[in-house]
Antibody, heavy 121, light 107 residues
Framework: EVQLVESGGGLVQPGGSLRLSCAAS????????MHWVRQGPGKGLVWVSR????????TYVDSVKGRFTISRDNAKNTLYLQMNSLRVEDTAVYYC??????????????WGQGTMVTVSS | DIQMTQSPSSLSASVGDRVTITCRASQSIINYLNWYQQKPGKAPKLLIY???SLQSGVPSRFSGSGSGTDFTLTISSLQPEDFATYYC?????????FGQGTKLEIK
């Protein structure tokens, strides 16, 4: 079964750090670009970051640039999001998602169940 | 950056109704437009990609159309399991912007 499972969420104080993980199974992880998407409480979806298949290229939404780092370990089939200098407004459910590269349109065809990050004092 | 605007923000309909949701991009995205369905407490699910291509396993009552800046998602005959929030997303440029969502509720 094709699956993504996130972990690492929790409660952290403003200014703190957290590392999220996303374990992939059921597909050739190293062939796919991967994304992080977040959703604040009662809010819509916001794309956060992207990494290409070998990890050499990364992109971020402006609001997290310089604070978040996306990475991957293809040997462990795992995607990461290192989040530093966390702010209250980073509070959200964080989803990892796979980009379907079969047709050049790159929709997010597989999503994890999400992990909750709460930034509060 | 590309802004995506959905209308309406919420919609009440009955089982069996035909429903259309609109998504407008702030600039042309050709047909790099995807639609997702999200139910409460669950991850989004891909329904339509490339504006009109049905994702494998998605019922044929869902359809998408449009190009350039204006797009629509149509559900031909609403089923009870279709009551959810729907999001459009552009994949034309790296910002992968989502619309604000359309909540489809039971009348």
């Amino acid at each position: 079964e094709v699956q993504l499972v996130e972990s690492g969420g929790g409660l952290v104080q403003p200014g703190g750090s957290l590392r999220l993980s996303c374990a992939a199974s059921g597909f050739t992880f190293s062939s796919y670009w991967m994304h992080w998407v977040r959703q604040g409480p009662g809010k819509g979806l916001v794309w956060v970051s992207r990494i290409n298949s070998d990890g050499s290229t990364t992109t971020y939404v402006d609001s997290v640039k310089g604070r978040f780092t996306i990475s991957r370990d293809n040997a462990k089939n795992t995607l990461y999001l290192q989040m530093n200098s966390l702010r209250v407004e980073d509070t959200a459910v964080y989803y990892c998602a796979r980009a379907d590269l079969s047709g050049n349109y790159y929709p997010f065809d597989i999503w994890g169940q999400g992990t909750m990050v709460t930034v509060s004092s | 950056d590309i802004q995506m605007t959905q209308s309406p923000s919420s919609l009440s309909a009955s089982v069996g109704d035909r429903v259309t949701i609109t998504c407008r991009a702030s600039q042309s995205i050709i047909n790099y437009l995807n639609w997702y369905q999200q139910k409460p407490g669950k991850a989004p699910k891909l329904l339509i990609y490339a504006a009109s291509s049905l994702q494998s396993g998605v019922p044929s009552r869902f359809s998408g159309s449009g190009s350039g800046t204006d797009f629509t998602l149509t559900i031909s005959s609403l089923q009870p399991e279709d009551f959810a929030t729907y999001y459009c997303q552009q994949s034309y440029i790296t910002s992968y912007t989502f619309g604000q969502g359309t909540k489809l509720e039971i009348k």
